[in-house]
């Protein structure tokens, strides 16, 4: 079964420094691929997925961007943090079919002071 | 506008009852549902699909519905325990991407239950 790993955990970063969240893909190959966000007492915001290597979609206009350099590697960055920023961050994959569950990573708590 | 509507409210009850969770649709004519379960600080777990042409479905001690009319489910657990405290998320299929839909999830409900 495939398994998703994120780091770090949690995060503190100061407003306008970079981030760089990876996520890798372990079990399986060609996944779709996600980014969500997760306010406090909010639900998932789809961010970003990727049905391939380079092929990104932005489902929100946000300060962040994504990358997919490898099959199974899916990267979040952004140039310049805003407080607007901060949240739990969850990378998803699913190896596809329409009705296939997604399997979560465990996220990283990001907070922009 | 599609909408999925979970109560917002903590569901509290007692050690071996049966909680009963509720997700509401407006706007959608889903091929299926799914429920996941998120424990604080985790990432969520798929627990149950459902598809449109079922009308309920088991695993355990958990028990989906989904009701096409109403355009509504219910998440059941029996015998409830304090290990089942958790928020529970419903998730309708969104656009399509891939060969696949991508998932678009509810706020979730919070269930607490108390020895």
């Known amino acids: 079964s495939q398994t998703i790993h994120q780091w770090p955990a949690t995060l503190v970063q100061p407003v306008g420094s970079p981030l760089s969240l990876e996520c890798t893909v372990e079990?399986?190959?060609?996944?779709?691929l996600y980014w969500y966000r997760q306010a406090a007492g909010r639900g998932l915001q789809l961010l970003f997925y990727?049905?391939?290597?380079?092929?990104i979609s932005s489902e929100v206009p946000q300060n962040l961007s994504a990358s997919r350099p490898q099959d199974r590697q899916f990267i979040l960055s952004s140039k310049k943090l805003l407080l607007s920023d901060s949240g739990f961050y969850l990378c998803?994959?699913?190896?596809?079919?329409?009705?296939?569950?997604?399997?979560f990573g465990n996220g990283t708590r990001l907070t922009v002071t | 506008s599609q909408k999925i509507e979970q109560n917002s409210e903590a569901l509290n009850i007692q050690e071996g009852k049966t909680a009963t969770l509720t997700c509401n649709y407006t706007?959608?004519?889903?091929?299926?549902l799914q429920w996941y379960r998120q424990d604080p600080g985790r990432g969520p777990v798929f627990l149950l699909l459902?598809?449109?042409?079922?009308k309920e479905k088991r695993k355990e001690r958990l028990k989906v519905t989904f009701d096409t009319t109403l355009k509504q489910s219910l998440f059941h657990i029996t015998a409830s325990q304090p290990a089942d405290s958790a928020t529970y998320l419903c998730?309708?299929?969104?656009?399509?991407?891939?060969?696949?839909?991508?998932?678009?999830f509810g706020r979730g409900t919070s269930l607490i239950v108390h020895p």
């Open positions: 998803a994959g699913t190896i596809g079919g329409y009705n296939s569950p997604l399997h």
């Open positions: 079990g399986t190959s060609n996944p779709n």
């Open positions: 990727s049905v391939g290597i380079g092929q």
């Open positions: 706007n959608y004519s889903p091929a299926y």
């Open positions: 459902i598809r449109e042409n079922e």
């Open positions: 998730a309708l299929p969104g656009s399509a991407s891939g060969g696949s839909y991508i998932p678009t």
